[in-house]
């Protein structure tokens, strides 16, 4: 390979919408970021709603910036991907419109109802002991909120899709996805890579027409060229293509080279996950179906914190305004400044431990937030600490849970999202698992991992593999301390793993009250 190649990453976040410039070498050659101000926006408590051309502008905006900063690399590009947040949904409308705001995968609704399950159906399900998840299934979808309580908006809707299709469709006018981007309470099947039939068991928890659905096609598959009118609004070629990948999620496993039973990736991004690759269709829960792997044939099967680094935001509102001062005044982040004091406080928080459940997930819907230990000789950095363990305590959980399902064991932890950036929680993680962490080239990981397969179908590298040994590569590892390794290992097994199982009846209790 003798020249560098480049591609166009566009990745939307929650908190920010991202235009990278990737070589073939993994590196990133320039960026643009236009935050989300707001975020997403809350008619009632709970709701967390945005409306999808808001996204396509700050695709818009973030592509000019590149345009405009980088002319000489961004006329080099050959193809665009994209990349997205999970569980966001949009009712797209006969004009091709949407309908409503998109609801974002952080909302927290409910609908009323139960699937309507045929009674054999109903009775083997129940068999299993599912019947509780699958109903919450259903309630958090947002397409059954929709029906229940926006059926004029449900009628109009002609295409139910994710905000990663949307945005394809504005891209290319073309209403497809990749199938390793369908990740939203939709009736796919996951083992079979194609929508659930009609006669599915669990069909009815998400029960859309089959023509409301999108196209589905193969990571790498080429979605179409974009059209004229994105290509004024971007600033881009027409003759260039959009190239599907996957989700966030999902680019970030491919971007830290995690392809094996081997390789744990750890998101600590919005929602902290453990998740691995195999060739295998493992079920990280019953009912529970792994995702769709970016890498051809494969399976991400994954256990998520919904308000994994989420915290870190809540904290630092609700109790770091003197950190927050001072980063204005020395222009470093506040996380930075946090960061640097977790060395005052020991492992095990002298005591303090935190369940980070502020969401609950499938497995465990009583689930709440907890703080368990408090002395007087605790402070908010103690909390901050017990916020960084905690998280790690719930993906401990996970990670343990699935090589027990799996029969094997993690050899390597690899780290991305915002929280990977931070050394000392690089070192911490390290210290709770046991394990190894690395740190690969840039954080920027979902963006090496949406660029990879665009590269194998431009035919710059003849496979994945290839692809990742020129594109990923490690710059730091963190080994872990023995000594507090003991610490964690007994906190996690004498105390940790005893919190649900003893608070999930007051936790049940404690819910009426919300």
């Known amino acids: 390979m003798k020249n560098t190649h480049v591609v166009l ?5 929650t908190q920010s919408t991202r235009a990278l410039l990737v070589s073939s070498e993994g590196k990133i050659l320039a960026k643009a970021q236009k935050g989300h101000h707001p975020a997403y926006i809350s008619k009632k408590s709970g709701w967390a709603e945005q409306d999808p051309d808001f996204y396509y502008q700050n695709l818009c905006r973030v592509s000019w910036q590149l345009r405009e900063s980088f002319p000489e690399i961004f006329a080099q590009v050959e193809a665009v991907t994209l990349t997205t947040i999970r569980c966001t949904s949009v009712c797209v409308g006969r ?36 019947t509780k998840t699958l109903n919450l299934q259903y309630q ?4 059954n909120w929709i029906r229940e309580n926006e059926p004029d908006i449900w009628a109009k809707t002609k295409k139910y899709v994710l905000l990663s299709t949307y945005l394809n469709y504005r891209l290319t006018g073309r209403m497809a996805d990749s199938t390793a981007s369908i990740v939203g309470y939709l009736p796919y099947d996951f083992k ?13 928890v998400f029960d859309i027409p089959d023509e409301m659905m999108c196209e589905l096609v193969p990571p790498g598959a080429y979605i179409g060229s974009l059209t004229k009118e994105a290509a004024e609004d971007l600033g881009l070629s027409s003759k260039l293509k959009l190239i599907a990948t996957g989700t966030d999620k999902a680019c970030e496993i491919l971007g830290l080279g995690c392809v094996s039973k081997k390789r744990a990736a750890f998101s600590f991004g919005t929602t902290a996950t453990v998740t691995f690759t ?17 890498l051809p044939g494969h399976f991400n099967p994954e256990i998520e914190i919904f308000r994994g680094y989420w915290l870190i935001s809540w904290f630092k509102k609700e109790f770091a305004q003197k950190e927050v001062m001072e980063a204005i005044e020395t222009k470093v982040q506040p996380e930075e400044l946090l960061n640097k004091r977790l060395k005052e406080v020991p492992a095990g928080c002298q005591g303090l431990l935190l369940q980070p459940y502020f969401t609950p997930n499938l497995t465990m819907p009583e689930a709440k937030g907890s703080v368990i230990g408090l002395s007087d000789v605790h402070t908010r950095i103690h909390l901050y600490r017990a916020i960084i363990e905690g998280i790690n305590f719930a993906l401990m959980d996970g990670m343990r849970h699935m090589e027990k399902r799996g029969n094997f064991r993690f050899e390597e932890i690899r780290v991305g999202g915002g929280g990977a ?6 070192q911490i993680t390290a210290d709770m698992f046991g394990l190894p962490v690395v740190r690969t080239q840039t954080y920027e990981v979902s963006g090496i991992g949406s660029a990879i397969p665009a590269f194998v179908t431009l035919g710059v590298f003849d496979d994945y593999k290839e692809a990742i040994s020129h594109m990923v590569h490690k710059k730091e590892v963190f080994k872990p301390d023995k000594r507090q390794h003991a610490v964690y290992k007994m906190l996690y097994e004498d105390v940790y793993k005893q919190i649900y199982p003893n608070l999930a009846g007051i936790y049940e209790k404690m819910s009426k009250l919300s």
């Open 9 to 13: 990453v566009f990745d939307i976040g």
């Open 95 to 130: 004009d091709g419109r949407p309908l409503r705001p998109a609801i974002l995968w952080l909302d927290q609704r409910r609908a009323s109802g139960k699937p309507r399950m045929k009674p054999w159906a109903a009775a083997a399900i129940k068999a299993v002991g599912m």
């Open 140 to 143: 958090k979808s947002h397409c």
């Open 192 to 204: 079979n890579r194609r929508w659930k039939k009609a006669n599915d068991l669990v069909r009815p």
């Open 278 to 294: 195999t060739g295998e269709y493992l079920e990280p829960e019953t009912f529970i179906p792994p995702y769709d792997a970016i």
């Open 421 to 426: 950036q931070s050394s000392e929680i690089c």
